[in-house]
């Protein structure tokens, strides 16, 4: 278990925008225990299989390279990362020539540590949340954010209040964007299941503070800011991912349970098993949106904002 002591400031603790005490009880119970389940991918998101011989490690690599493309990483100089994990996109991306400067957002002071020992060129680590993260207008050229948007807004709150949170989000992006830039965006939906029936075990023990949208709620959020350019609902993929990481952590069990007790391995072999039967009955949703930013000098000549013969998605 880490005994790291948690980091409070303005920066991570803002009203609203995501909650860190959420995000430490998920994330902060060791990252030898996360890398045990997530394998040397070390992505936690669901990947992209291709065929039924596919290793999770090639999957997350592919899941990573399909948003870079849909973000037009191959154009960008500055990119942002929003919730950036254990680093692994980080790292592809700073591996880019063209490349000069990555930030990845964090509120995880279990990741920060880990972040901060890969010592990643053109990288900055921030552990900071969104919501305060100040950047100039138009500073970045690529916006990915994967996996993190489920913790923006709260089950507790309305939707009416978790819809400015998510118009805020999509708001401060379209800002911080480059007029040419792009944006990616994975995120876990409700699908065809009521949000009031969602599971007490996944919203108390599992990410307490925590909410998804449905994809009428991210539609209506980018009206007006965002192109959708790409939707993909990628739910099978999701359920594969959960079966990978239980296979896991089933494999090397007794390590597991001498990281962080028995209690906590159940919890992740039922979080596991539930979150893969959801996705497959089609209650929970996995959505990749390609998005490009709405600007009010297109018009009958064009877009100037895209080159001639770009392909939007
Ligand atoms: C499920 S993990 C995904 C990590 C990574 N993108 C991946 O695919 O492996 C979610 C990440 O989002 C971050 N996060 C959640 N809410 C955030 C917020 N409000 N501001 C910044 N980061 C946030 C968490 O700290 C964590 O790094």
Known sequence: MTTLQAEHSPKTDPKYGGSKEAILHHYDIGNEYWRLMLGPAYAYSAAIFEGPNDTLEAAQERKFRWHMKSAHIERAESVLEVGCGWGTLLRMISEEPQVKKVVGLTLSDAQTVHLKSMNLPKVEIRTENWAVHEAAPGTYDSII?????????????????????????????????????????????????????????????????SDLPYLADIIKAVDGLFEVVAVRNDRFDYARSYDEWFKNLRARRDEA????????????????????????MGKIWLLRLALRPIHNDWNVMGTPSYAEGHRLA
């Open 145 to 209: 954010s994967i996996g993190a948007f489920e913790h923006f807004a709260k089950h507790q709150d309305s939707e009416e209040q978790n819809a400015v949170v998510y118009r805020d989000f999509f708001s401060r992006c379209h800002r911080w964007l480059n007029p040419n830039g792009a944006m990616s965006l994975q995120t876990i939906a409700f699908g065809t299941m009521d949000r009031k029936d969602a599971s007490e075990f996944m919203k108390t023990e599992i990410y307490p503070d």
């Open 257 to 280: 349970v001498a990281l962080v007790g028995e209690e906590e391995v159940r919890r992740f072999e039922r979080f596991f098993k539930i979150g893969s039967i959801g996705f497959r």
